[in-house]
């Protein structure tokens, strides 16, 4: 049997709702003959009758009622996927699902979420905390759209890389501490000072730095996450060295902040499945995330 033809099952429909063909077809805006059609063809692929037609009102079978009843769902719920599919076409009632590392602010997201709803009304952000090197390989796997990530990575075919943001380093010390003016690898390698546990982009990252002084970083401690080390910093427990972001968390903005010597920047990209410029939804969410990175670098400078 071929499937059913949902003009026809809304002629039925507008049959039993209005009670005459003619009516049907008016408010259809369709002819007569047309409806009378619809209904036949639909009688002829069920083999049965759907309307006793009289010669004032047109009164459904129990095979018509059933086959209106069960029509009025199929057409609503046809509705309700027109509508889905077009507000995905514009990027509305669409999902993005955006991968970052705890590095990068937990305060951005609240913005960037007030962005969408102003400028990208409709779009849903779903926000995954994890590794840069994890995020790469969700990404890559369909599992993740879009990646905030600490570079460099490898970028395997299929996604691509866009520069986001290059955060400046700094030392983040307890209020009472005494602290040079310029923070150099010998002098806080010879503190009890805080930092990231191996493996992670941030570890990688400062071991270059104490390298180029010819040293093995040496902390007193290492975590993975910026939050615990930001309190035991606040605690009093020694410093630390973290990326400034903007905005500033409250405790960040309670501990003293000294520039590091050489300077030091953690470079951040935006690893994206190629398919972002043709969906609308994850275009908005990148630039979204492009305006917040001007904004950071401009509070920066």
């Given at each position: 049997?071929?499937?059913?033809?949902?003009?026809?099952?809304?002629?039925?429909?507008?049959?039993?709702?209005?009670?005459?063909?003619?009516?049907?077809?008016?408010?259809?805006?369709?002819?007569?003959?047309?409806?009378?059609?619809?209904?036949?063809?639909?009688?002829?692929?069920?083999?049965?009758?759907?309307?006793?037609?009289?010669?004032?009102?047109?009164?459904?079978?129990?095979?018509?009622?059933?086959?209106?009843?069960?029509?009025?769902?199929?057409?609503?719920?046809?509705?309700?996927?027109?509508?889905?599919?077009?507000?995905?076409?514009?990027?509305?009632?669409?999902?993005?699902?955006?991968?970052?590392?705890?590095?990068v602010?937990p305060?951005?997201?609240?913005?960037?979420l007030?962005?969408?709803?102003?400028?990208?009304?409709?779009?849903?952000?779903?926000?995954?905390?994890?590794?840069?090197?994890?995020?790469?390989?969700?990404?890559?796997?369909?599992?993740?759209?879009?990646?905030?990530?600490?570079?460099?990575?490898?970028?395997?075919?299929?996604?691509?890389?866009?520069?986001?943001?290059?955060?400046?380093?700094?030392?983040?010390?307890?209020?009472?501490?005494?602290?040079?003016?310029?923070?150099?690898?010998?002098?806080?390698?010879?503190?009890?000072?805080?930092?990231?546990?191996?493996?992670?982009?941030?570890?990688?990252?400062?071991?270059?730095?104490?390298?180029?002084?010819?040293?093995?970083p040496?902390?007193?401690?290492?975590?993975?996450?910026?939050?615990?080390?930001?309190?035991?910093?606040?605690?009093?427990?020694?410093?630390?060295?973290?990326?400034?972001?903007?905005?500033?968390?409250?405790?960040?903005?309670?501990?003293?902040?000294?520039e590091?010597?050489?300077?030091?920047?953690?470079?951040l990209?935006?690893?994206?499945?190629?398919a972002?410029?043709?969906?609308?939804?994850?275009?908005?969410?990148?630039?979204?995330?492009?305006?917040?990175?001007?904004?950071?670098?401009?509070?920066?400078?």
């Amino acid at each position: 049997m071929r499937r059913l033809n949902l003009d026809q099952i809304q002629t039925l429909v507008a049959v039993a709702d209005l009670g005459t063909l003619a009516a049907a077809a008016q408010a259809l805006h369709l002819s007569p003959p047309a409806v009378s059609l619809h209904i036949q063809e639909l009688e002829a692929r069920l083999d049965t009758p759907l309307l006793v037609r009289g010669k004032r009102q047109a009164r459904l079978t129990a095979a018509g009622e059933l086959l209106a009843e069960g029509g009025r769902r199929l057409l609503a719920d046809s509705e309700a996927l027109l509508r889905q599919v077009r507000k995905r076409a514009e990027g509305f009632g669409a999902s993005v699902r955006l991968g970052a590392s705890a590095g990068v602010s937990p305060l951005l997201l609240p913005q960037l979420l007030q962005w969408l709803a102003e400028h990208a009304p409709g779009v849903e952000l779903r926000l995954e905390v994890v590794s840069s090197a994890q995020a790469m390989l969700r990404v890559a796997a369909g599992q993740l759209d879009l990646a905030l990530v600490g570079l460099p990575q490898p970028v395997p075919p299929g996604l691509d890389m866009l520069p986001w943001r290059n955060d400046p380093m700094l030392l983040f010390a307890p209020p009472r501490w005494t602290l040079p003016e310029h923070i150099t690898p010998d002098w806080l390698n010879a503190q009890p000072w805080i930092g990231f546990a191996a493996g992670t982009q941030m570890h990688r990252l400062l071991s270059q730095w104490f390298a180029q002084a010819g040293l093995l970083p040496q902390p007193r401690m290492e975590m993975s996450f910026p939050e615990g080390i930001r309190a035991l910093a606040a605690a009093g427990h020694g410093p630390t060295v973290l990326p400034r972001e903007e905005p500033m968390d409250a405790i960040s903005r309670t501990l003293q902040q000294r520039e590091l010597s050489p300077a030091l920047t953690r470079p951040l990209g935006l690893a994206c499945r190629s398919a972002w410029r043709d969906d609308p939804a994850m275009l908005a969410v990148v630039r979204g995330l492009m305006r917040f990175a001007q904004a950071q670098e401009t509070a920066a400078a």
